[in-house]
């Protein structure tokens, strides 16, 4: 089947977590002038890569959850220690908040303690983290009026890999800039 460049739509896939560019003619999709596979329009573009992206973090989360209790550092420690680089969107003596760097909304900042202290999930909450559990939501507050979300945004904690927590210490996920759908998952 001939198809020449001024018959195709170009569109972005997700495959296997990642996105690539394809061609697609009617029903069919090519990569750089090649079928690679046919598919119906049934979904969207969106629900294949909904669909994979929630593959992928279910597996993250239970890949996690495995060395869940290990004392070992993660990779919120590391952007703590600036070991590897985050865009940081704000920062205190208890509270550190960047951009996550798989964002689900326009506005997607994870908030984080600084120190864990046994704090990797909200389950493990006693009455020794009332003070730092206050202090992650006001600094939701206060990343959401930085990030000119204020009027309209929504805060989650994912507890367990039935939640898709993926990283075994307490995180806020600040979402925003977009309408949120209910209920979410």
Same mark, same amino acid.
């Given at each position: 089947?001939?198809? *020449?460049?001024?018959?195709?739509?170009?569109?972005?896939?997700?495959?296997?977590?990642?996105?690539?560019?394809?061609?697609?003619?009617?029903?069919?999709?090519?990569?750089?002038? /090649?079928?690679?596979?046919?598919?119906?329009?049934?979904?969207?573009?969106?629900?294949?890569?909904?669909?994979?992206?929630?593959?992928?973090?279910?597996?993250?989360?239970?890949?996690?959850?495995?060395?869940? =209790? *290990?004392?070992?550092? *993660?990779?919120? =420690?590391?952007?703590?220690?600036?070991?590897?680089?985050? =865009?940081?969107?704000?920062? =205190?003596?208890?509270?550190?908040?960047?951009?996550?760097?798989? &964002?689900?909304?326009?506005?997607?900042?994870?908030?984080? @303690?600084?120190?864990?202290?046994?704090?990797? %999930?909200?389950?493990?909450?006693?009455?020794?983290?009332? /003070?730092?559990?206050?202090?992650?939501?006001?600094?939701?507050?206060?990343?959401?009026?930085?990030?000119?979300?204020?009027?309209?945004?929504?805060?989650?904690?994912?507890?367990?890999?039935?939640?898709?927590?993926?990283?075994?210490?307490?995180?806020?996920?600040?979402?925003?800039?977009?309408? %949120?759908?209910? @209920? &979410?998952?």
């Amino acid at each position: 089947m001939a198809v *020449t460049s001024s018959s195709m739509l170009l569109r972005n896939f997700c495959t296997a977590g990642r996105i690539v560019q394809s061609v697609r003619v009617n029903s069919r999709i090519f990569s750089t002038g /090649e079928l690679i596979r046919v598919l119906p329009r049934i979904g969207s573009p969106r629900s294949i890569c909904s669909t994979l992206a929630a593959h992928n973090e279910e597996a993250a989360a239970k890949a996690a959850a495995a060395v869940a =209790d *290990t004392g070992a550092p *993660t990779i919120f =420690d590391k952007i703590i220690a600036k070991e590897i680089p985050s =865009d940081i969107v704000y920062e =205190d003596e208890n509270v550190l908040a960047f951009r996550d760097i798989n &964002p689900q909304a326009p506005v997607h900042v994870l908030v984080i @303690p600084k120190s864990r202290d046994g704090l990797t %999930m909200l389950r493990k909450a006693e009455p020794k983290h009332v /003070e730092v559990l206050g202090q992650l939501l006001h600094a939701s507050k206060i990343v959401a009026e930085k990030e000119g979300i204020l009027g309209s945004f929504r805060v989650v904690i994912n507890n367990g890999a039935e939640a898709c927590q993926s990283v075994y210490h307490l995180h806020l996920h600040v979402l925003g800039g977009r309408q %949120m759908k209910w @209920p &979410p998952g």
